[in-house]
Structure formats: C-alpha cells, structure tokens
C-alpha cells in the first residue's frame, strides 16, 4: 500500500480501512488520503487497485471566448459526456473499484441524484447491490436511473440532509455498509482525474476554475491533483479554484465570509446538486479555495435560471446546477476577480437531460 488515511480536522494518521468513514464522532472528521511519498509521475492513485471503467473522463473541453469578449479566454469541460451523464463517474469509477476489493456485496449511498445514478451503474456492472436514498423532489429523469442500474431507491421527503440522515439510520439497523461518496476519501482520488486532464490539454493556460459546489468533492479533487502536479514540479502554479453556491444553500461561502448563518428550512432550489446546507468536508474544501486563492460567491436562483437558458442557446444543454457557476463567473467579472487576463474554465458538471422536466417553457 503506497498511502494512508489523514483525519483531516486533527490531522491524525490511521491504516486505511475502506469501512471506516471518520476519526470520532463529528461530522467534520472525514479523512483525506496521504501517500508515503511523491511519485515520480501522474496518476497518483492508491495502490493497490485494478480500475473499474465505464469509460469515464477524457472529458472535451469547448471555446467561448467570443461569448464573453472580457475575459482571456472562457472554456466549458463537459463533464457530461461521462457514461451516466455527470462528473461523478470519476470518483465512482474509484470507489467502487476499492468498495471490491474491500469485498462489499451490497451498500447504502445518498445522493441529490446524479452520484445516485452513478454509483448505482457501476454497481451493476460489479454485481453489487445499492439501496440509494434521494430527497423527494429528485427529477424524475435521476431517479430512473437509478432503477434502471437496478439501484434500490428510497425517496425521502423534506431537505437533503434528510437523505442522508435516513440512509445512516438504514445501515445502523440492517448492518449494510455506508459507501458514502461524500465520506469516503477515495471518491476525491477519483476526481483528480479532472485537474490531470486540464493539464494534459493546457499545460498552465488555465488561470480560474468556476466550480458550482455542494459538498466540494470536484473542487477538493481538482486541488489535489494540481497540487501533485506542482510536486512533480510539472506545474508552476495552481489556477484559481473559485466556489459557486446558491444564495439560500451557501454553508461555505458563509463560513469563508464569518458570516452567522442558519439554512431556513423552507428554501428551495432547482439547482438540486448543489443544494448543500452541512457538507462534512467544509473545511477541506475552504483549505482549498484558501490554498489556490479563489474566492467564493453566491448567486440567486433567478440569475441561475436565465444562464441556464443563456448557454442553451450558445449549443449547450446543462443540468440547472452547474447554471450558477455561469452566473458567479457574471459576479466575478464584476468584482473584477476575473478579466483580460483570465484564461476561465467551467466545469459543466451535468447532463440537461437529467433535469430537463424542472425547465418552464
Ligand atoms: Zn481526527
């Protein structure tokens, strides 16, 4: 084994162990993946490990430049040519893949929906079984994904929390293994696969990366990964990794800004993905955007929807979710973070086609 786990709160070292999902009881003593020493090139990944693919990554990456005449230079990685249609599928392919050879025959997961529908194909495909647990108002198209992976689906009404909280209870009672893509710190070694990629095609062209972010695993993986690649000495400097979230479902940008904040129960969203009140890795992802010197931004449901339908019309059809990084790169030109000399990428996290049945026409 070339690594070991790192509660990331007290920083504590422990022997991997797939099932273990937290140094103590708090909901913010996740663990990180450390490796014993700096490999000589990239892919840094856990060994040992045989990679269960459907064919994730090697996302294409798109130019908008003429679209936004302000900035350098602006890039969509569409992120959902991956098999299930989301950038989930990096993390899942790995997880899964050690979920295996840790011997795991059946697990619970909770998801807003596309992690669901993820998990639940790649489990499928292994001949594990997944009960999957999703908030109520999933879009229809996520759920039945979900089914036809023959994922077992428990809806759960009220807040994303609920989901979660439910799918704990479900494992306390029948003993079933928790394989929480929110948790478990090998779903993030998956996500590098995003920053390996960005510096394959772009070497350092890429100055800002717009994520939106709910729990934070694309922006913590992206972190990561260009972080290995500047201890390789293969990168000089890591871009700007900006957080995108909703105005009523911001715990980060909230945190980052010292705010006092309480969710208020009766928020609503359609950007489902990243409807977040509690994410447990808040401080990993607040190191990061700190530690790359992005910033962090809200932005309201009504600027989310315009751009959704904005870069439908520029050929592009996103889940609503990742609409919000578009309407925080808007905020972000505005407080001049980013201009003429921003070379901007965003991730679009997410198929339309998920989420289509939310658009009004
Ligand atoms: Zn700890």
């Keep these: 084994m070339n690594h070991e786990y790192i509660c990331i709160e007290c920083k ?6 797939f099932f273990k999902l937290k140094c103590e009881e ?10 014993f020493k700096n490999n000589s090139h990239f892919p840094v990944l856990p060994s040992p490990l045989n990679i269960e693919t459907l064919g994730e990554g090697n996302t294409p990456v798109v130019r908008f430049k003429d679209k936004f005449p302000v900035l350098g230079d602006l890039m969509f990685k569409l992120e959902y040519f991956s098999p299930t249609g989301s950038f989930k599928d990096r993390g899942t392919s790995l997880l899964l893949s050690k979920a295996k050879e840790a011997g795991v025959k059946e697990f619970v997961e909770d998801s807003s929906g596309n992690a669901g529908a993820s998990m639940s194909a790649y489990a499928k495909n292994l001949g594990m079984k997944c ?24 809806n759960i009404s009220g807040p994303r929390q609920n989901s979660t909280d439910a799918a704990k209870e479900f494992c306390r009672k029948t003993g079933i293994p928790y394989v929480s893509h929110n948790y478990n710190p090998y779903f993030i070694e ?3 696969s995003f920053a390996y990629e960005i510096y394959d095609e772009f070497k350092e062209k890429i100055t800002d990366i717009v994520i939106p972010v709910g729990n934070g695993s694309l922006l913590i993986g992206a972190y990561k990964g260009f972080h290995e690649l500047k201890g390789l000495g293969l ?5 700007k990794l900006h957080c995108i979230q909703m105005e009523d479902f911001s715990p980060i940008y909230q945190k980052i800004n010292n705010f006092d904040w309480k969710f208020n129960s009766s928020s609503k969203t359609l950007a489902g993905g990243i409807a977040v009140t509690d ?15 992005g910033e962090s931004e809200i932005v309201s449901e009504e600027k989310t929807l315009s751009w959704h339908r904005k870069i439908a019309n520029w050929g592009i059809l996103s ?30 996290t997410g198929s339309g086609l998920k989420d ?3 658009v009004k026409f």
């Design 279 to 293: 994410p447990p890795r808040i401080n990993q992802v607040i190191e990061c955007i700190n530690a790359s010197r």
């Design 319 to 348: 889940e609503i979710t990742c609409a919000a990084a578009l309407a925080g790169v808007e905020k972000l030109i505005n407080r001049k973070v980013l201009g003429k000399n921003s070379n901007v990428l965003v991730p679009i």
């Design 235 to 239: 990168l000089r400097k890591i871009p």
């Design 12 to 17: 504590k070292e422990f022997e991997p162990d």
């Design 131 to 154: 009960h999957i647990f999703v908030p109520e108002q999933t879009p229809l198209n996520k759920k039945n994904q979900v089914k036809i992976f023959g994922g077992e689906l428990h």
């Design 190 to 192: 998956g996500m590098k």
């Design 356 to 358: 289509l049945s939310n």
């Design 26 to 35: 708090s909901e913010y003593s996740c663990f990180d993946i450390r490796y």
